[in-house]
């Protein structure tokens, strides 16, 4: 065989040539390979670790007494969530009435109606609120609301969540918004409707997927917030529907019995990790679906 | 070097570009290879480096054969032949963070080809080479973006050249560049002819009519004539070519 | 986008609804900003800068201060950065350039699902896995193997600077992993097809056209993810001990951060000197974030805008 190579590398200019910085490129590039695949490798390790762990750890405690029952007392057995999820709809909920119209036509605004640096620096404050640590909002709803009334509450609670669904709900509407053809807009506009109409019963119904999916996303954002909670919902180990007093969310319950000294309630937290992490989860395949994120880009 | 290409067709996933192309290239010579947009004048070129096989699904089958080697060979990676072959790309594409002397550089001293004093030399052999070593001599430093249309496709010429190839691959290099900057070019292909195999796809005919010892017509991804330039245009013997040169279709 | 046509009064309805919940949200911004630092203002005023270096919060001499705080928040961040940068640069080289087809969008869903998963569960993690895990196996053998370096010394308490750092490792990588990916595959084909050209190996064309292009997206998305670890609350708190150490250089210490702070403090926070302190903390990771948050927004834009970053 190498008499053959040989051969071919004294008339063939294309091989490969035996040199030390020939092989110096080949080395560098194979461990660039290897070192990129690894770092792959770790962070896909890391995440199905990780959903691994709370499903296996998680998983023998999810029963119906999880969504029916409050929490027992020093970690008796027996006792669920259903206080904590049901709060979390709440808060979410109330997050929701706060933000999707703050958000949607904050992007309606970017989208239609902006022209000029107004616009921009106004896009620019949305993103840059984007950033903001979410401890801060519930800070903001703490001494606006929490203070005055001197009571924590669900209302404090969803308006901190609220505002942190303006910005995610504002940028993807505005993105969907514009993704709208000209066209449609002035054949509606030719048809003699008024700019209103157009937006209202044209581009926006349009733009409805995207639109959806942007609320959606945020409020799956929210629904796993805890730190603005701390100082606005609270907490509460009942049942509580009453958004002027405090009241549980799911993430709270989490964070409380993950420290807790009782095996039981740790097992819960788990428990309720799973279903925190399967809703998230589902939401996020079901965003990528709708959007047709599964398509190959490149 | 010769270059002699024995069936080669060509895919882009399912659908068929070229079909059973077999040419031959004299060494030392200027062809041009004319054809409609679409017949893959472009496709063909890039088989001769193997750039073709970058675009995702792409595929080959048939040899090409420069100075006797099969470059498709399966123990030949694409690396060393590109190596060895030089292309100047539609747009000049020169590296815009980088100086113009880095730019000519690159080629070079990533293959190792020099260093130091050497490498100095080469870079300004290959600028004087491809007539722009006067205009930016002084400017060697600058970043290559601040350069005219023109002047930066010469430095691609120059970038190109630096490796030292014995083949030069030109796919519409002024098409995007204006009537003094093509002329300059061109007379750039009449030049270089005399140390390298060069091959220039043109929409133009003129331009192949100007510069081109041999010219090569692609019509639908089939090779339909080929022949000296004088005698292609003055007595094509294909109807097709005929067709085309007359402006019977674009 | 709609220009001239026939004003009405419903067009100039929904123009003034528009406007006012658009202005309703500016106020809110505004508001934030204004409440915090109104209810700073009494630290601020009694303490100046030596709110910076006051080393604890003490209501029992009126004393507030956050240097370990800012300590923590500083060593955590730079640790997650230091080991996340390369990762998730490394990752997104990976997924543009050698990855095998099929796997792209799959692998990229997956890494972008670490951005999903909210902090608490983390913290969860970090508290009752990785923490024991580190006290009993980790930093043994860190100290064993590694224990020449100061970061490496001390007692094993498992919690602490380490383990927060780690976590936050952890969910800052995502971010800069899509933002380098979206970057990366903004850069031009003819650039790529230039080195390609010169007979050049992936590495290569990597080195050369690739990441200078991308250089300054990638460095945003960098910049992106510090704030995002210097604001991390939920997750830090629960791992990092929430216990002064003396502020030294070893990571095994427990310590807290300027979030953590705040998440543990505003329980306990009378009102006057003490709710003052915490809210200036506040204050505090507010500016820091901004201003990293509008760096980095700085650097992304002039990239060009990188569609959809809902980051």
């Known amino acids: 065989m190498s008499t053959v190579v040989e051969k071919q590398s004294a008339a063939n200019p294309f091989q490969a040539p035996r040199t030390a910085q020939n092989a110096r490129r080949k080395a560098s590039n194979i461990v660039i390979i290897f070192f990129s695949l690894l770092a792959t490798a770790f962070a896909v390790t890391v995440l199905l670790y990780l959903l691994l762990y709370v499903l296996r750890s998680g998983l023998p405690y999810i029963n119906v007494a999880l969504f029916t029952r409050i929490p027992t007392p020093n970690g008796e057995p027996g006792g669920g969530l259903a206080n904590s999820i049901q709060g979390s709809l709440i808060l979410v909920g109330l997050a929701s009435l706060f933000g999707i119209p703050l958000g949607l036509f904050t992007g309606i605004y970017l989208s239609e109606f902006g022209r000029g640096p107004i616009a921009t620096g106004v896009r620019f404050l949305v993103d840059v609120l984007t950033g903001i640590p979410t401890i801060i909002f519930g800070l903001f709803a703490w001494i606006f609301i929490v203070v005055p009334q001197q009571s924590f509450s669900g209302l404090a609670g969803g308006v901190a969540l609220g505002i942190i669904m303006i910005p995610i709900v504002a940028r993807t509407s505005e993105e969907v918004l514009r993704l709208v053809p000209k066209e449609l807009r002035e054949a509606s506009l030719a048809l003699g409707a008024t700019e209103s109409r157009t937006i209202l019963q044209v581009v926006i119904p349009a733009a409805r997927n995207g639109i959806i999916t942007g609320i959606v996303l945020a409020m799956a954002r929210v629904a796993g917030e805890t730190a603005p909670l701390l100082m606005t919902a609270f907490g509460s180990p009942f049942f509580n529907s009453d958004i002027t007093q405090p009241m549980d969310a799911l993430p709270l319950r989490i964070f409380n019995f993950a420290e807790s000294p009782y095996q039981a309630q740790i097992n819960q937290a788990y428990a309720g990790s799973l279903v925190l992490i399967v809703l998230i989860l589902l939401t996020s395949f079901a965003i990528r679906w709708a959007t047709g994120g599964f398509k190959q880009q490149r | ?250 | 986008m709609l220009g001239g046509g026939s004003r009405r009064l419903s067009d100039t309805l929904f123009r003034g609804f528009t406007l006012l919940l658009v202005l309703f949200v500016l106020v809110i911004i505004a508001g934030v900003t204004w409440v915090l630092v109104s209810n700073s203002l009494p630290t601020i005023r009694q303490f100046g800068w030596s709110f910076l270096s006051n080393r604890a919060f003490d209501p029992i001499h009126n004393v507030f201060g956050v240097a370990p705080a800012i300590f923590g928040t500083l060593v955590t961040s730079a640790f997650a950065i230091f080991f996340a940068v390369p990762i998730g640069v490394g990752t997104a080289i990976f997924l543009v350039d050698f990855c095998p087809r099929p796997l792209r969008m799959p692998l990229a869903f997956i890494v972008e699902l670490l951005a999903a998963v909210p902090s608490v569960i983390y913290g969860l993690f970090g508290f009752l896995v990785l923490a024991p895990w580190l006290q009993t196996v980790g930093q043994p053998w860190l100290q064993k193997y590694l224990g020449f370096l100061p970061f490496f010394q001390g007692q094993f308490h498992g919690l602490g600077l380490l383990a927060a750092g780690m976590i936050l490792v952890i969910m800052v990588l995502p971010l800069i992993t899509s933002v380098s990916r979206e970057v990366i595959l903004t850069t031009p084909t003819a650039q790529r097809e230039a080195l390609l050209a010169l007979g050049a190996t992936r590495w290569e064309v990597i080195r050369h056209a690739v990441l200078p292009y991308a250089r300054i997206g990638i460095t945003g998305g960098v910049i992106l993810a510090l704030g995002r670890a210097l604001g991390e609350t939920m997750a830090v708190t629960m791992v990092i001990g929430n216990q002064a150490s003396p502020i030294g250089p070893s990571l095994f210490n427990t310590g807290y951060t300027l979030s953590s702070v705040i998440a543990n403090q505003f329980g306990e926070a009378t009102p006057g000197l003490f709710f003052s302190a915490v809210i200036e903390a506040g204050l505090l990771v507010f500016m820091i974030t901004l201003i990293t948050n509008i760096i980095a927004r700085i650097l992304i834009y002039r990239m060009g805008r990188v569609g959809g970053l809902a980051a």
Request: with cysteine; proline share 4%.
């Open chain 2, 1 to 250: 070097m010769s270059i002699q290409v024995e069936n080669l067709n060509v895919w882009y996933g399912r659908s068929q570009a070229l079909y059973n192309v077999n040419l031959i290239f004299e060494p030392l010579s200027v062809t041009a290879i004319i054809g409609p947009s679409g017949c893959g004048k472009s496709t063909f070129v890039r088989c001769l480096n193997r750039m073709h096989e970058e675009v995702p699904g792409a595929s080959v089958a048939g040899e090409v054969r420069i100075d006797g080697v099969n470059i498709y060979a399966r123990s030949i990676q694409p690396m060393y032949v590109r190596r060895h072959i030089g292309m100047v790309f539609q747009r000049s594409n020169p590296l815009p963070n980088r100086s113009i002397w880095e730019n000519v550089a690159i080629g070079p001293r990533i293959n190792g080809l020099a260093g130091g004093a050497a490498l100095k030399e080469i870079v300004e052999r290959s600028l004087k080479q491809a007539a722009l070593w006067d205009e930016i001599k002084d400017r060697l430093s600058e970043s290559a973006s601040q350069l005219s249309g023109g002047q930066q496709q010469r430095l691609c010429i120059a970038r190109a050249l630096a490796i030292e190839p014995k083949i030069i691959l030109m796919d519409e290099p002024c098409s995007a560049l204006d009537p003094i900057s093509t002329f300059q070019v061109e007379e750039l292909i009449k030049q270089l002819k005399s140390a390298y195999t060069v091959i220039v796809v043109t929409h133009n005919m003129q331009q192949a009519g100007r510069v081109a010892d041999n010219t090569v017509f692609f019509l639908q991804g089939k090779l339909i004539e080929k022949n000296k330039t004088e005698k292609f245009f003055s007595h094509p013997e294909k109807k097709e070519t005929e067709d085309y040169i007359t402006g019977r279709f674009s």
